[in-house]
């Protein structure tokens, strides 16, 4: 590397610090905003509030601790007390039961008929002791409203009466005035995570519509993982237990998104072009509105998920939106369906983001996985379904990971070692290349002839060292999402009281520092240009500091390859 340009690529990232740096930002930046406060008295469509119906029940409110607006039943322009939708022969009180097979708990209330809890019975949760639980502590899921013409009967004011109950099945049944039944039935799969639902409407209706709300994030599964937060490295650095927190669908249609303070975007989407994403990045709420064919819609964290699925996915409208409460990520969505437009059942799965568990339901769940690039994603498939394999037969994660490194030097070794032909090549010539830029350092035309008739006449193709390189690029942005954050790595043990879970970062940082030794010693036995010596120490410093906050899973990967790369170039002659 010419020394100008190296000293032209530090004083770039230099400036990129300084600018970046929160002295620079505050001192010269933008003032600062709060977050705004998201009212619960206003007409937004995801924040209407809603009068007490005859029953006068008022609907459950988000944890306190969050400090989180009321989130009650979206999509009402209008309400109404209207004696023919009143409620009558109500219960005196709210009840709750619970549907359970071998893999899932959930637990629904006799108000709204709601989901109110999902528990995972093979998944531990927060601690040893606690089981994953999916839904946020006094919210609900599968709630929602029906509205009739200019009527709207919001279900959170519904005590249901609970009948026709067993471990996989229930019914809940309201009467209204004039002879109108509402009639919500859930059935669990004996095994698995799918939970299926029936909304009927009994008696005289015009046209009603049926809207099922998601309120709520879901809740947090994971332990916070601790960070070395070293600026400016915190420029690259997020905080995985929430990063993957959002909402997530697949439709084909048109969807139109609003962030406050920004230009509304209509967009078509494709089915075809994966799963459409509602992140929530910075301290403004975002909205989003969808209609069209949906194939599912869902709220996602790291390694759980739910999602409504429709049976009939035609003629859909759903609403979403995100902001953030505290620094605290906060979603809600509603899916709407008149039932003269079709079926409005719903399968609605609570369950982990695990491949082939999405996959056997054959509703396309697996487009939620955030396996890189479209392009790259089969490559992301094959590795998972092979370290999956291999699993049967070595039946430790870590060393899965050990014997799969190993397997992808073997199947990158002829890249591999044509770019370390070319690298030895080209430091052979390092002492000539000197020279000519010496002899000819204030003539940069006539030092680029010579360099490329030297080039030639030793038979050294420039970009033989980054080509090969380049061709590896696609399987490591693939391997990334595998090793990284694979549902089958969390809480996977490699080494007892050592790495206790590959999914989170090495507890006493022996494998960045080992991953950064291999990385130093590697590099030194390919570099021969002083001018390049700086990178020799502040790559691998650098390096550490990163992988301290990955999974130990990807740092233990990355160690291996290092290793290895280290081996071929002692061992294999070039």
Known sequence: MDKNFFIAILLTVLIIIVYTSPQYQKRFGKAFTRAPQVETSQTDSLQTSVPPQQTAVQPRQAPSALNTPTVQAPVQEKTVQDTAFAQINAPDREETTILKNDDITVELSSRAGAVIQATMNKYIGLSKDENVRLVTNGQQFCTGTIRDNDAVIDLSNILFTITDHTDNRVTFIAELTNGKRIIKEYTLDATGYMLHTVTTLDGQWSDPELSFSWLGPL?????????????????????????YNKISYLGQGDRIVKEEGKKTKTIRAYSKEGAQKLEVKKDKPVYDTFKGDLDWFAIRNKYFMTAAIPKDNKRWQAESNGFLVDGSKWFNFTISKPTS??????????????????KSYNSNLTEIMELSWRFIRPISIAFLWTIKKMYKVIPNWGIVIIVFSVLIKIVLYPLSKSSLSSMKKMSSLQPQINELKDKFKNNPQKQHLEMMALYKKEGINPLGGCLPMLLQLPVFFALYPVVGRAFELRQAMFIPHWIADLSRPDPFYILPVAMGISMYFQSKDTMKDPNQKPMLYIMPVMMVILFANFSSG?????????????????????
Do not use: H
């Open 219 to 243: 809740n947090n599964t994971e332990e916070p993982t601790r960070q070395i937060r070293i600026w400016p490295f915190t420029m690259f650095m997020r905080d995985d237990t929430t990063l």
């Open 341 to 358: 437009a079709g079926n409005t059942a719903l399968d609605i799965y609570f369950g982990p983001i695990s491949f082939d568990t999405l």
């Open 554 to 574: 990807l740092t233990l990967y990355w160690f291996m390859f290092n290793i290895l790369t280290s081996l071929q170039q002692k061992f294999v002659k070039l």
